[in-house]
Structure formats: structure tokens, C-alpha cells
């Protein structure tokens, strides 16, 4: 049974920076895509980053060139790093495990 934590959200400021961290148990992780999405109060989940097992990634358009997502295969574990946050990346965000495993979510608050 696949199981996702995820960590590292909170309050920052604008520009500020965070990294999201996602552990993964019960999974060959290595071969599975793994992605971040965020859901903003009243809004649809959206996905922010996917990584492939050949480390192929890809973004919204809305987070490029500020957000960066890696893994460590060793570890069991996908990152999200973000840079230049804006008020606007404010959101719940969750792990996604593929095909459909997700993670409880971290609440991520850009605010002065």
C-alpha cells in the first residue's frame, strides 16, 4: 500500500522561498512518475510539477523558472523547490504518486 507525507509548507513572504518535501513507502519509486498539485480555497486542483522515472519533468506555466521539482530514488523521496513566491501560489499542496496515490497535503501561505 503506497503511503505519501508530505512536509515543508507554511508562511512566507512574497519572494520568499520554500521547499516541499514528499516521503513515499510502499512503492518500487523509482519507475513510478511522480507530481506536485495545489489546490487554492475555491478552485480545482491543478497540477503545479511532474518528474518521470527517467527524471523528465514538466510545469505549469504559471510556476516556470521559479519552482523546481527532483527526487531522490535512494530516499523515497520528491521535492518541490520554490523561489519568487507570490500571493498567488497560495494553496494546499499534495503529492501525487502515480496512477493515483496522494498524499495528505501541506498548506503553503504567501502573504506580507
Known amino acids: 500500500q503506497v503511503q505519501l507525507v508530505e512536509s515543508g509548507g507554511g508562511l512566507v513572504q512574497p519572494g520568499g522561498s520554500l521547499r516541499l518535501s514528499c516521503a513515499a513507502s510502499g512503492s518500487i519509486f523509482s519507475i513510478y512518475t511522480m507530481g506536485w498539485y495545489r489546490q487554492a480555497p475555491g478552485k480545482q486542483r491543478e497540477l503545479v510539477a511532474t518528474i518521470t522515472s527517467g527524471r523528465n519533468t514538466n510545469y505549469a506555466d504559471s510556476v516556470k523558472g521559479r519552482f523546481t521539482i527532483f527526487r531522490d530514488n535512494a530516499k523515497k523521496m520528491v521535492y518541490l523547490q520554490m523561489n519568487s513566491l507570490k500571493p498567488e501560489d497560495t494553496a494546499v499542496y499534495y503529492c501525487?504518486?502515480?496512477?493515483?496515490?496522494w498524499g495528505q497535503g501541506t498548506q503553503v501561505t504567501v502573504s506580507s
Open positions: 501525487k504518486h502515480w496512477p493515483d496515490h
